[in-house]
């Protein structure tokens, strides 16, 4: 360093040394070029004087020059920055120099009486490049100021003693692999802290030092490129470069400073995946279960990230249907996995081609080919002790409900898909069986009746057929089995409720009671000439069920001779309009109802024909002709019970039984007698049932029950006011008092017990003793039972 800076200062003095050598004479005539300060005149004459190079000086004059000092410079002895002298000074001493301000007296020394300033320290540019001073001259006796005080600068001249220096360094950047020459990479930046205006000390030039030949850089902005095109990161992935800014404009002497670039290659999809091997060999046994992991490939990519992430799929094999194939996001290969079961019977061995294709694709690298590869995958099928195998995943049987006991119901088979073929044992899983109605043969899987079967009971049971393996107890399957009950025709039909019909006793032509709610009155049937109106009706609360009413009616087509007679038509219950009013304003008396329907009935079979129910009925032989009471089918397979006459007399018969034959349409045939009770009851004049009971006979014709039973309390009430009555009068007439010869004393007996005290009190009614007439004690509550009697009576 001393060198150099010897070397800097040489270099600087040695022009001014030769200047100051060829111009002498201008050195008090311009002063404006040196490094000192001369005080001659007024500051105005000075800049008239300059302007005319005269050498005249006023009078109490100071003439000031910047002062300059080089940095960094050191000697022997305090180097001169200048001088400072005034005309007052004519040389005697009498006057003093003053220095004050930046630096004065620990940076600058003055001489009190020639005015020479001295720097007595090394000056760094770079800490302070300029200090302001102010100068004065005194008298030296009095220190009496003899011109004001004047201010100056001593600038302190730039060496180049600062060598550039980068701040941010060392330095990061990275550039995409594959790219082309010149592509910018990034820029660095260093500074000089020598002054940029003075010379060339601050001016910079960059270079590499090392990192070529790969990279350069602009010797002024220092933007850095690449130098070679098409870098591939697979090959080198980082590189190291040394950059250096010398200043002096790279001259030589010029200061200089070094930093580091690392550069990283950034990758891109420039290569395709590639299989480790193109042939895979994996093994699997039979019995794997769905969705297991067979085994994996890899495809390497020598990419990194996103651009080595690949995406597997089969794309040929005898085992696509069988297999799949995921890929992992995390280890970037791929998973086979079992989509469906395998069996070593039927095939041992599957060969299936994968592909692995990235997902990324860059298009600027689409001509280096396809970004994918294939390999080969052979998985072979272990084999493995299976469980049996049924022939059907279901089995459905039917048995007839008649059954023989130990009959073959059905059979199950099941098989040993191994190649061993072990044999095979059946049973029942009792827990669906529970009432053991079935039995399994365990060889041959024939399934037997043990129970008498009930369709009408249970129609479907559900049992769970077991097939074990004899050589491997643990190898087991099972099997549904739902055997359906047909129905034979076992049950004979019957009534399908408790049916109980009623009849008017002594009713009006036309009039009928319907199971005791249901009322129809028919007065009479209406004939509209030239019309087809249906059969109308006066009076009908409801009608029950579908039954047919047969009625017959003449036909009045256009006048009819008298002598022609009656034509009849059957009229069905639907033909009667419900809201149909019959007037007998509007039409003619025509007919009367010759047969009533009392009750419809309908039968019910237990059994479940294929074909649905159809009954027949009849009545027994003996009842075919009987005068009352006739039958007739329905078209709903009903039937209903006409009445052959009207005016049914309870004294005479109470109950009709009418015995029914119902018949089902079986093979064979079953058929049961139920009967039909009809019962004739006494109505009112509107139909309207009153009694059904035989004592209803002796009561007065046009009174009603509850009138008569008033009618009887009364009576039983006077007939009680009279006993009462009597009975009261003869316990008046006789005296209540002791005759005389009775002797009280005779009825006093003595006890030697205890009384009871309030004991004996309660025991019986004192009230008794205090009233002796004990018939008024004893009226009112015979009284109010009487009443309370005749209240419910009536």
Not at 360 to 387: Q, W
Not at 683 to 693: F, K, W
């Amino acid at each position: 360093m001393p060198e150099r800076l010897a070397e800097m200062l040489l270099d600087l003095w040695t022009p001014l040394i030769i200047l100051w050598i060829t111009l002498p004479p201008c050195i008090y005539t311009a002063p404006m070029n040196q490094s000192q300060v001369v005080m001659s005149g007024s500051p105005l004459e000075l800049s008239r004087l300059s302007e005319q190079r005269i050498l005249n000086r006023s009078k109490r004059g100071w003439v000031w020059n910047q002062m300059f000092v080089l940095e960094e410079f050191s000697g022997p002895e305090p180097i001169l920055v200048g001088r400072l002298h005034t005309d007052l000074d004519p040389g005697s001493k009498k006057i003093k120099y003053i220095l004050s301000g930046d630096g004065a007296g620990t940076i600058f020394q003055i001489n009190d009486i020639t005015g020479d300033i001295h720097a007595i320290k090394r000056l760094d540019r770079e800490e302070k490049a300029e200090y302001t001073l102010t100068a004065q001259a005194v008298d030296w006796e009095t220190n009496k100021p003899l011109e004001p005080p004047s201010e100056f600068i001593i600038k302190v001249q730039d060496i180049n003693d600062n060598a550039p220096e980068f701040l941010n360094g060392p330095y990061h950047a990275t550039v995409p692999e594959m790219s082309i020459l010149g592509t910018s990479v990034t820029n660095v930046t260093a500074t000089d802290a020598d002054d940029p205006v003075y010379g060339n000390s601050a001016k910079l030039v960059y270079s590499i030092l090392e990192g070529q030949p790969y990279f350069s850089i602009e010797p002024e902005t220092a933007i850095i490129k690449t130098a070679l095109p098409n870098m591939d990161r697979e090959a080198k992935e980082e590189y190291l470069v040394v950059i250096q800014a010398k200043d002096m404009g790279g001259h030589s002497g010029g200061l200089s400073g070094t930093t580091t670039l690392t550069v990283t290659l950034t990758d891109v999809n420039d290569n395709p995946p590639k299989f480790a091997q193109s042939l895979y060999h994996f093994s699997v046994p039979e019995d794997v279960v769905l969705g297991t992991a067979i085994g994996r490939v890899k495809a390497n990519d020598q990419d990194i990230g996103e651009n080595a992430q690949s995406s597997y799929d089969i794309i040929d094999g005898d085992g696509t249907a069988l297999f799949e194939i995921t890929s992992d996001a995390q280890a970037q290969d791929g998973i086979i996995r079992l989509r469906k079961p395998l069996d070593f019977e039927t095939k041992k061995s599957y060969t299936l081609k994968v592909e692995a294709a990235n997902v990324h694709i860059d298009p600027r690298f689409s001509g280096r080919g396809p970004f994918k590869d294939t390999a080969t995958v052979k998985i072979v099928v272990e084999d493995a002790d299976e469980p049996p195998v049924f022939s059907s995943p279901t089995y459905l049987l039917e048995v007839h409900e008649n059954a023989a006991l130990n009959s073959v119901i059905g059979q199950v088979t099941a098989r040993d898909p191994d190649i061993t073929s072990s044999p095979i044992r059946f049973s029942i899983d009792r827990h669906t069986d529970l009432e053991r109605q079935f039995n399994i043969n365990a060889d041959d899987g024939k399934i037997t009746l043990a129970t008498p079967l009930d369709r009408e009971l249970s129609v479907w049971h559900n049992i769970t057929i077991i097939a074990t393996e004899i050589r491997n107890h643990s190898q087991i399957s099972r099997v549904p089995v739902a055997i359906k009950v047909l129905d034979v025709n076992d049950n004979a039909p019957e009534f399908a409720s408790e049916y109980e019909a009623f009849l008017c006793e002594n009713g009006k032509p036309g009039q009928s009671f319907l199971s005791g709610k249901h009322v129809i009155k028919l007065e009479m049937i209406e004939l509209q000439e030239h019309t087809s109106n249906p059969l109308g009706r006066k009076e009908a609360e409801e009608l029950k069920g579908n039954e047919a009413i047969l009625l017959k009616r003449p036909l009045n087509i256009g006048p009819v001779p008298p002598e022609t007679g009656n034509i009849y038509q059957e009229l069905k219950r639907s033909q009667l309009g419900i809201n149909q009013v019959l007037s007998e304003e509007n039409g003619n008396l025509a007919g009367r109802v010759e047969e009533q329907v009392i009750q419809t009935v309908s039968a019910m079979d237990k059994d479940d024909p294929k074909n649905g129910h159809y009954f027949l009925y009849s009545l027994l032989p003996e009842m075919v002709n009987n005068p009352n009471f006739t039958i007739k089918k329905n078209e709903d397979n009903s039937l209903s019970i006409l009445a052959k006459h009207n005016g049914f007399n309870r004294q005479k018969q109470e109950v009709y039984l009418l015995p029914i034959i119902i018949s089902d349409s079986g093979n064979p045939p079953l058929s049961s007698t139920s009967t039909l009770t009809i019962r004739v009851c006494g109505c009112s004049s509107d139909g309207v049932v009153q009694s059904c009971n035989v004592e209803a006979y002796v009561l007065p014709i046009g009174l009603s029950m509850g009138a008569l039973i008033a009618i009887l309390a009364c009576i039983i009430l006077l007939l009680v006011i009279v006993v009462l009555f009597v009975t009261l009068r003869r316990h008046k007439n006789e005296p209540l008092i002791i005759k005389d010869d009775e002797d009280v004393r005779e009825n006093i007996i003595r006890y030697d017990d205890e009384g009871g005290g309030e004991e004996d009190t309660e025991a019986f009614d004192i009230a008794t003793l205090q009233n002796p007439d004990g018939i008024n004690g004893f009226l009112p509550p015979l009284l109010s039972l009487i009443f309370m009697v005749m209240h419910r009576m009536s």
